[in-house]
């Protein structure tokens, strides 16, 4: 169509198959068609295209919307979709299909259309996302007092509860819900009237568009407007952070369903067995999940790398942009959404947990900070004579719920050459780790109302971004039904 003017020779075929996008692009379709409805509604208020034109065109588009792209011809035979549309709407409504892309280009064409389905997709995104923080926080906030050793260098440091050990996944994660809050105000700036890199002489009504589509504002330079990506690359950067989280969450899940720690196990729906060893269930999902985390790391670079050395203004590399920017966020959502039900549905074995905090002395450092707090010792001389006393126990096999006060003072003799005469009940509950866990009640600490304290202020902040996510899929959904109303007025006139 756009050939026959400057170009002599036919598109050659392998040439239209290596650079046609149609085979992504089409999942823009529904966006193409309400930004072509947008530019049409303004080209007739600012008295650029006759409503009769302007009509034939609108019927077109409203039957577009709702056959979808199946029915335009989106065979490579097009270089985008947004050729295949015009395409068909100038074979149903003959020369006055040409008048729409008056003062247009596909340039600010596709980047309106992109930046469209990005804002849908940071929204679904952070839906996912709040499915998997909601899981981890009804978990955490069922079982805050449920005991597990917490881990540093993966050894077994000192006792915490499921509920503090879920709550800090649930944190991080919030974090990446407000970077993608964040991230939507630069994505939701409409480039129509750019046109293909310095606007156009007609007098565009650049606000209009912009606000029949529902974006809070343009970009304002029109060689920004057709060349800015970098909303990409911020959505895959924050994607890519996700991705951190979901893989710690697989790999720990993973590693806790072992019989080895046997600390939870996976509903039956969401494990595999193996095709040989009938005993097996295999943690298919999480791995699998932890594998796709790849895509989103492997998604920023190459976003990135396409994006750099790219000199004003629109290049066709940004079309290479596109799928792999989709498929990012895919398969982020959707690993989000299975993890979300793994984590939901787990089976915690508290029995287990438990009763691994029970030996390996982890709580050794609450009965160092208790000689310190009744024998007003150096926190460092109470550290060596616990030290010691570990030493002797594990050499003797006494486990710590058996260490007596005549233990603690050999151990205190062989450092300080004096016994500490502390009573039993002392040593016994500094060495409980039920105690140990409910005596740490600073901020942030494992100590099951504090927990609880910071589950609810998490579910809180959930619940704001949740509003947020309302709004704005409301603000989208309003300004279609303003788009669509602008159409039938002009269609009625
Ligand atoms: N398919 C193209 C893309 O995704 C649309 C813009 C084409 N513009 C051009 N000047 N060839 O970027």
Not at 233 to 246: K, L, Q, W
Not at 287 to 305: D, H, K, P, Q, Y
Not at 319 to 339: A, M, R, W, Y
Request: aromatic residues 6%; contains cysteine.
């Amino acid at each position: 169509m756009i050939r026959d003017g400057r170009l002599g020779k036919k598109f050659d075929s392998s040439v239209a198959a290596f650079t046609s996008s149609i085979d992504f692009d089409s999942a823009l379709f529904e966006y193409d068609v309400l930004t072509d409805m947008a530019h049409m509604v303004m080209l007739v208020e600012q008295k650029i295209v006759d409503r009769g034109d302007a009509g034939k065109v609108f019927s077109v588009l409203k039957n577009l919307l709702n056959t979808g792209a199946g029915a335009v011809d989106t065979s490579s035979d097009f270089e985008d979709i947004h050729m295949a549309i015009e395409a068909y709407i100038i074979r149903e409504a003959g020369d006055a299909g040409g008048r729409l892309h008056t003062g247009r280009s596909r340039n600010d064409q596709v980047a309106c259309d992109l930046r469209m389905k990005a804002r849908d997709d940071v929204l679904l995104l952070s839906k996912a996302l709040t499915g998997l923080v909601s899981a981890l926080l009804e978990v955490a906030e069922q079982h805050s007092l449920t005991l597990l050793p917490a881990y540093t260098h993966m050894q077994r440091a000192q006792p915490t509860t499921v509920g503090h050990h879920l709550s800090a996944y649930a944190e991080s994660l919030l974090r990446s819900l407000d970077r993608l809050e964040d991230a939507y105000v630069r994505v939701d700036l409409c480039p129509l009237g750019a046109a293909a890199v310095t606007t156009t002489s007609y007098p565009l009504n650049r606000e209009r568009t912009a606000e029949l589509l529902g974006f809070t504002g343009v970009l304002r330079n029109s060689m920004d407007a057709v060349s800015s990506r970098d909303y990409m690359a911020e959505i895959a950067a924050a994607t890519a952070i996700i991705s951190v989280d979901i893989s710690r969450i697989c790999e720990e899940l993973i590693v806790w369903s072992t019989s080895e720690f046997s600390f939870i196990e996976l509903d039956d729906s969401h494990a595999s067995t193996s095709s040989i060893m009938p005993q097996k269930k295999n943690p298919d999902i999480l791995e699998i999940t932890r594998a796709r985390t790849a895509s989103a790391f492997g998604g920023l670079i190459s976003v990135l790398t396409m994006l750099r050395s790219l000199p004003q203004s629109y290049n066709r590399d940004l079309q290479e942009v596109s799928p792999v920017f989709f498929n990012t966020i895919d398969s982020v959502s959707s690993s989000l959404v299975l993890l979300s039900r793994v984590v939901a549905s787990m089976k915690i074995n508290s029995d287990v947990m438990n009763a691994a905090c029970m030996d390996d002395f982890l709580t050794a450092t609450e009965l160092a900070d208790v000689i310190v707090r009744k024998k007003d010792l150096p926190f460092r001389t109470a550290h060596q004579i616990v030290g010691a006393l570990v030493s002797q126990a594990i050499s003797e096999g006494v486990m710590p719920s058996s260490v007596t006060t005549g233990f603690v003072d050999r151990a205190a003799e062989s450092v300080t050459g004096e016994k500490l005469g502390l009573s039993d009940e002392v040593v016994t509950a500094a060495l409980t780790p039920l105690v140990a866990v409910e005596a740490r009640r600073v901020l942030g600490g494992p100590a099951p109302e504090v927990v609880e304290q910071a589950v609810a202020h998490c579910f809180d902040r959930l619940a704001q971004i949740e509003q947020s996510i309302n709004l704005r899929e409301e603000g989208i959904n309003k300004s279609r039904k303003t788009l669509l109303a602008a159409v039938e007025s002009i269609l009625e006139a």
